[in-house]
């Protein structure tokens, strides 16, 4: 089985090597001194393994000071990388979520390559090929797609995010093992808009408000299928 899952994985690298010829993904490498931090810290302090990696771009990052807190008595390794994309996530997957070797992953990517002009489907597509890459190592892995948020700043790309999140939705009510987790809907008032009391003032990374928010609609999620594992 692992065989095939690595054949699946190899075959789809391909695809995105191609894939990447066309455009859009700016080159991983620009993160090299982060995930070379991020290695340093875990050689210093090596954390456990089988725990629940929280990994994705700045709204990620922006969650560390709280994330342990908020997700408690959960493990949780925070490792956000702020800017990045799906694309970066897949890239340097062999170096900051496999080697963890964690029971369950919760992603939030998709934000930055919307507004890099990655198609609803190419966001898809690699996000496919992330997953056969955890599940050709780690085929009981659980992963949890955070939908791409709604944010005042990225309004006028909110139709092709949502069409990302529908895309993602689908392809996660597939697999038992994938789970999408909508976050955008506390983050709309009634008038269906960004409410702008969750952001800080570049409205687009939130605040601590913000975060409360994807807080109380992911906790009860990770709780009830995570925590009878811990």
């Known amino acids: 089985m692992k065989m095939i899952y690595t054949f699946l994985a190899l075959s789809l690298w391909g695809w995105n ?70 694309n970066d996530l897949l890239h340097f997957s062999d170096r900051v979520v496999l080697p963890y070797k964690p029971r369950a992953i919760v992603v939030y ?11 609803p489907e190419k966001i898809l597509e690699t996000a496919r090929l992330f997953i056969a890459k955890v599940h050709g190592e780690l085929p009981k892995c659980r992963i949890y797609f955070l939908a791409i948020k709604p944010s005042i700043k990225r309004w006028e790309m909110w139709p092709t995010m949502k069409k990302a999140n529908a895309l993602i939705e689908a392809m996660c009510r597939q697999d038992e093992r994938l789970t999408f987790v909508d976050i955008t809907a506390p983050m709309l008032n009634g008038a269906g808009v960004p409410k702008p009391g969750i952001f800080k003032q570049d409205k687009l990374h939130m605040n601590r408000d913000g975060y409360i928010l994807w807080r ?9 299928r995570e925590r009878a594992i811990e």
């Open 109 to 119: 990517e998709g934000d930055n390559d919307v507004a890099k002009g990655v198609s």
């Open 17 to 86: 090597c191609f894939a990447q010829g066309s455009g859009n993904y700016p080159d991983p490498a620009r993160f090299e001194k982060a995930i070379q931090q991020f290695e340093e810290s875990d050689r210093q302090n090596p954390p456990p393994q089988g725990a629940i990696l929280c990994i994705g771009s700045s709204s990620m990052r922006g969650w560390h000071e709280t994330l342990k807190e908020d997700l408690a008595p959960l493990t949780v390794i925070p490792r956000g990388f702020g800017g990045s994309t799906m």
């Open 216 to 224: 109380d609609v992911l906790k009860p999620i990770l709780h009830m």
